[in-house]
Nanobody, 111 residues
Framework: QVQLVESGGGLVQPGGSLRLSCAVS????????MNWYRQAPGKEREFVAR???????VYADSVKGRFTISRDNAKNTMYLQMNTLKPEDTAVYYCQFGSYWGQGTQVTVSS
């Protein structure tokens, strides 16, 4: 049974940082392309970042230069380092691969 579990969300002031984690079980993590998505209140879910099995990355324009996606295949875990956070980054963040999604972790950027 495949499970994705996100953690690391919380409340942070504008300009602050957070690191999200996504722990994957029940799958060959090292071979899959992993994604982060987010959904803000009243908005559609949107793509944030992608990391390929060999480590290549893709970012949404809105987070490029501020967010960094990474993975540790030995720990079956993906990360999203989020710096210089803005109020518009407030959303529930989800990790995903294939047809599998995590439950989400809330990120709130507010003073």
């Amino acid at each position: 049974q495949v499970q994705l579990v996100e953690s690391g969300g919380g409340l942070v002031q504008p300009g602050g940082s957070l690191r999200l984690s996504c722990a994957v079980s029940g799958s060959t993590f090292s071979t899959v392309v992993m994604n982060w998505y987010r959904q803000a209140p009243g908005k559609e879910r949107e793509f944030v970042a992608r990391i390929f099995s060999a480590g290549g990355t893709v970012y949404a324009d809105s987070v490029k230069g501020r967010f960094t996606i990474s993975r540790d295949n030995a720990k079956n875990t993906m990360y999203l380092q989020m710096n210089t956070l803005k109020p518009e980054d407030t959303a529930v963040y989800y990790c995903q691969f294939g047809s599998y999604w995590g439950q989400g972790t809330q990120v709130t950027v507010s003073s």
